[in-house]
């Protein structure tokens, strides 16, 4: 079947520790993003990918980072320059062109303990 | 600076009855309307989309109604069910532009 697949589902970070989220699909799709979504506040875009080596900053990419070394991976980093990093992490992958909106994963929920 | 604004935050409907979630964008170069329901622990799926061409799409139950002078589209869920009990979230974009999210609605239908 294809999909986006997010691991892990759940994730702990001590403080002061990056931690690495993945993001995999397998629908060829172009273009990739990394959304955050906290309680009552929607989602908003950390970092998006539209091509394979190139990425760009969204709203909130303060003290994250990603790489795009294939065209089906999309990870994305959570440092220790992120001050508050516990919320739910979900990638999001669209074909040019498509009329059918983004695929997104299951999301991954990082909690800081 | 919010994009696209969602209303209301929760919504009780009782079964049967109409959910009505409304949006409003201020970008006039926004041409892609879509509704993502998410039930918990799930990402978002693709409900129903509209671009500005039409003032209305329905499939099934589901309907969304644009408004472009206002700048408003809103979700009309008919016959709404236990099942439709989900967070809704509206969005836009423009070209090939990343979407933006409004912040959701919680539905609860109740029997």
Redesign the interface.
């Given at each position: 079947d294809g999909g986006i697949t997010q691991s892990p589902k759940y994730l702990f970070r001590k403080e002061g520790q990056n931690v690495t989220l993945s993001c995999e699909q397998n629908l060829n799709h172009d273009a990739m993003y990394w959304y955050r979504q906290d309680p009552g506040q929607g989602l908003r875009l950390i970092y998006y990918s539209q091509i394979v080596n190139d990425f760009q900053k969204g709203d909130i990419a303060e003290g994250y980072s990603v790489s795009r070394e294939k065209k089906e991976s999309f990870p994305l980093t959570v440092t220790s320059a992120q001050k508050n990093p516990t919320a739910f992490y979900l990638c999001a992958s669209i074909e040019w062109g498509s009329n059918y909106g983004y695929t997104f994963g299951s999301g991954t929920r990082l909690t800081v303990v | 600076q919010q994009q696209v604004k969602?209303s209301p935050?929760s919504l009780i409907v009782q079964k049967g009855g109409i959910s009505i979630i409304n949006c409003a964008y201020e970008n006039t170069a926004f041409d892609y309307f879509?509704w993502?329901q998410q039930f918990p622990?799930?990402?978002?799926?693709?409900l129903i989309?509209i671009r500005p061409d039409v003032s209305e799409k329905k499939e099934g139950r589901f309907t969304i109604s644009f408004n472009k002078s206002a700048k408003q589209f809103s979700l009309h869920i008919m016959d709404s069910q236990p099942g439709d009990s989900a967070t809704y979230?509206c969005a836009a974009s423009s070209g090939?532009t990343?979407?933006?999210?409004?912040?959701?609605t919680r539905l609860s239908v109740i029997a």
């Open positions: - | 969602q935050q879509p993502y622990g799930k990402g978002p799926a693709l989309a979230f090939n990343p979407l933006v999210f409004g912040k959701g």
